[in-house]
């Protein structure tokens, strides 16, 4: 008998930070899936910021988080990487088998991805300076006033339909980056249940910012 | 005999601005499949941006072009779109059968639609200002510095290896972008190498910016 040669069953690993919007996003696809993994964490504020150092570069070139190590391959990008996981651990699934809702999911999930998180990250805030709060809020309520007649049309008990989907995996960590920046959620009903509802789900409460091994004390739930 | 009640049969309607590079993107898509479809223009400068209707907020509560009538659906988020076009029209595939390969083009196309684009689109440079031109260039070189080693490891004669996917979509309007903020692309050898290869490509010269129905005169090619 010879050692497996198969670099799949070693566990993920998730270079991510615990008030990452996007590194949670991978966290609850993982839970959702029952997968263990380690995580090591990036801190994104400290030695003015560890994913800028030359080693972190390596596994995610735009030096952002998350960069996820995963069946021999290292991943960055988080819709990447989830969708990535759900083509190789198929159940549950964290999109639709209908063509025409996973497009709906795809849709939702990159209003968010690509409309409105990129706006309103740790780098661009940075640059933005003074006006930055300001800023985050005019990038997340112009996308939260798209998102909100969307969902009314897609939405059953989650985003789309009745089935958890990779759409509620990009929501509820924007819903925690809008209240972070003090949007009024009350503007935006449908979104608000959406984002109560999920926070009632296992997966979506162990990988809360609030409860990371590199949550400060401070921050702690 | 009955009517056939299929609205498959229906030619695609892509909303959508010659110069848009999402919008591109979707007509690559769009002429890679040999799909014909109709195109109506929205013109994002004339009459203060014709995207601010209340008549196109319905086809794309963003705001923002493309949106696409096809199969009976009204979607948006250009990423979205071709996926679904590629999951209901197979051949030839946009994304390759490998799972790892498929997350390699889903984290290219993804750092430059949430990591470049969305930072240099003309909502956001229209909001910074006089100083557009250098925050457009910050934001480019940025992304092609990290895109450039990335696809070093993964490109072959296109993108990831030899098959033409999304990920090419997605890179040559960007390229296209970056030339007319005037970034220096010689910094990026590969981003440049492939850039060319698509170029000599029927269906991403058919789409071209320079050549769409709404093209003004004097920039066609």
């Known amino acids: 008998m010879t050692l497996c040669s198969s670099v799949d069953f070693i566990q993920p690993v998730l270079h991510g930070y615990f008030r990452s919007s996007c590194s949670w996003r991978v966290r609850i696809a993982f839970a959702l899936k029952g997968m263990e993994y380690d995580q090591v964490p990036v801190n994104l504020i400290k030695d003015g910021g560890q994913q800028l150092t030359e080693d972190y570069k390596t596994l995610n070139p735009m030096q952002q988080v998350p960069a996820v190590e995963i069946d021999g391959v290292t991943l960055s990008q988080s819709l990447a990487v989830i969708q990535y996981i759900d083509e190789t651990r198929p159940e549950p699934r964290l999109l639709p088998l209908d063509p025409k809702k996973r497009a709906q999911v795809r849709m939702i999930s990159d209003l968010i991805a690509s409309g409105i998180q990129p706006l309103q990250n740790l780098h661009v805030i940075q640059k933005i300076g003074a006006e930055k709060v300001q800023w985050a809020q005019y990038f997340i309520n112009r996308g939260f006033e798209a998102l909100e007649p969307l969902l009314k049309q897609t939405a059953g008990k989650y985003c789309v339909g009745d089935e958890i989907s990779m759409a509620d995996i990009c929501l ?47 921050l702690r739930a």
């Open 172 to 218: 509820v960590p924007q819903v925690y980056n809008a209240e972070r920046f003090q949007v009024n959620m009350s503007l935006y009903p449908t979104i608000q249940r959406l984002n109560q509802t999920l926070m009632k789900i296992d997966a979506f409460q162990v990988s809360h910012p609030s409860c990371q091994p590199d949550t400060p004390v401070e």
